[in-house]
Antibody, heavy 118, light 107 residues
Framework: QVQLVQSGAEVKKPGASVKVSCKTS????????LHWVRHAPGQGPEWMGW????????NHAQKFRGRVTMTRDTPINTAYMELSGLGSDDTAVYYC???????????WGQGTLVTVSS | DIQMTQSPTSLSASVGDRVTITCRAS??????LNWYQQKPGKAPSVLIY???SLKSGVPLRFSGSGSGTDFTLTISSLQPEDFATYYC?????????FGQGTKVEIK
């Protein structure tokens, strides 16, 4: 069965970086784009960007340009999202999600809580 | 960016009630609208994609309608397991955007 398993919770200080992993199984890793979505308390989910695992192409929301890096390690079916220059407003649960057609997210990781606090 | 506005932000309903949630896009998005259900501590789960297509395994009491800018999610007879927060999300263009959510609570 399809599974997306993310790395564990992180606590970071302002200005630091965080790298979240998303290990996939149960399907062809290079067959589907992976998206990153974050969800801060009291807000709607916020889409951050996608990575095409086949060739490593990425696209990010404008607000994260210059701060986010999405990569993948194809032999181990794992995608990564690194966010730098963390501020308190980056405190959120970060999810990876598989994108399918017609465009929607059909499988999600369990989420990774990132807390930014001094 | 396309703004998605849901209403109401919360509602109280009883088991067996018919519940309707609306979602309005700030510009034309054809039928590129998805609905997700989220329970506390869990990831969102898709219910409806492409405005009206029921995801496999989702109960038939859930339905979606609309096109263009105005969309509706309907639960025909609310069940105890349906108490959750619901989000709409447009897939017409990037960046993908979500509504602020509608929390369905027990009356």
């Amino acid at each position: 069965q399809v599974q997306l398993v993310q790395s564990g919770a992180e606590v970071k200080k302002p200005g630091a970086s965080v790298k979240v992993s998303c290990k996939t199984s149960g399907y062809g890793f290079t067959d589907y784009w992976l998206h990153w979505v974050r969800h801060a308390p009291g807000q709607g989910p916020e889409w951050m960007g996608w990575i095409n695992p086949k060739n490593g192409d990425t696209n990010h929301a404008q607000k994260f340009r210059g701060r986010v890096t999405m990569t993948r390690d194809t032999p181990i079916n794992t995608a990564y999202m690194e966010l730098s220059g963390l501020g308190s407003d980056d405190t959120a649960v970060y999810y990876c999600a598989r994108g399918v057609l017609p465009a929607h997210f059909d499988y999600w990781g369990q989420g990774t809580l990132v807390t930014v606090s001094s | 960016d396309i703004q998605m506005t849901q209403s109401p932000t919360s509602l109280s309903a009883s088991v067996g009630d018919r519940v309707t949630i609306t979602c309005r896009a700030s510009q034309y998005i054809r039928n590129n609208l998805n609905w997700y259900q989220q329970k506390p501590g869990k990831a969102p789960s898709v219910l409806i994609y492409a405005a009206s297509s029921l995801k496999s395994g989702v109960p038939l009491r859930f339905s979606g309608s609309g096109s263009g800018t105005d969309f509706t999610l309907t639960i025909s007879s609310l069940q105890p397991e349906d108490f959750a927060t619901y989000y709409c999300q447009q897939s017409y263009s990037f960046p993908r955007t979500f509504g602020q959510g509608t929390k369905v609570e027990i009356k």
